[in-house]
């Protein structure tokens, strides 16, 4: 819709061979037809999005509804540790190039540096595998996932600068040695103070207090933004807020007030 599709993409393969490119005319998709989608940003007045908050906050404070002031900046990579692999029972302690310890020392780091800023960065690795690992042997690679994120960009940047600094020198350390590719970077999303303000009028007339809150998750607005003002408003979410997980849920009366929010404010907007 932006524009920003790469054709490339169309080539990438998933775990069974099968391109991009040909999932899409398996299912009847025209490839073709994807830059016609690109939209004019003249045409917009601007970007609205609902959604469930996706977090803890509003449950906990019992606010059916909250105004997103910006959505955090990101940045994602893919890495492999490479040492050796050799006998579990025979290899001394002293004596290891293990990747797997050297990836648990990383994602511990992560969790250290991300508590040093807690307001304002998470980081995470989320995938870990030891290919052709065995119960008996000391694992020779190591491949993970790392997640990193900020209300800012400089936040994110200096975030993503300690903890690849700290790869390094734990890769040194232990004699081993690394890869990392970043994968994905998006920049923080503030939300267009002129629609943040129509939300914030919007709830405000329901009777709902008006709360303000970030968004640490990645949303469809995160990506209009390039090209239009966008603003975001929350819904509660219940069971503390989980998501990602089967007991993500809200409610109907909820849902309603979103609704009700809205209206009332394209009510204000549209003639």
Known sequence: MVGDFKPEWLEQKDADGISMRLAMQQAEFKVADIAQLKRRPEDYLGFIEIHIEQGPVLNELDIPLGVVTSINGSVRFVGEVSGMASHAGTTPMDRRRDAATAVAELTLYVEKRALQDADTCVGTVGQLQVPNGSVNVVPGRCQFSLDLRATTNAKRDALMQDVLAELQAIC????????????????????????????????????????????????????????????????????????????????????????????????????
């Open 172 to 271: 040194e350390r232990r004699g081993l040695h690394y890869t990392i590719e970043e994968t994905m970077r998006a920049s923080a999303a503030p939300s267009n103070p002129v629609w943040q303000t129509r939300w914030e009028k919007a709830v405000q007339s329901l009777g709902v207090p008006v709360f303000h809150l970030p968004s640490g998750a990645g949303h469809d607005a995160m990506k209009l933004h390039e090209i239009m003002p966008q603003a975001m408003l929350f819904v509660r979410g219940q069971n503390a807020g989980i998501s990602h997980n089967p007991l993500e849920s809200t409610t109907s009366d909820d849902m309603q007030l979103a609704i009700d929010a809205c209206m009332h404010l394209l009510g204000n907007v549209i003639p």
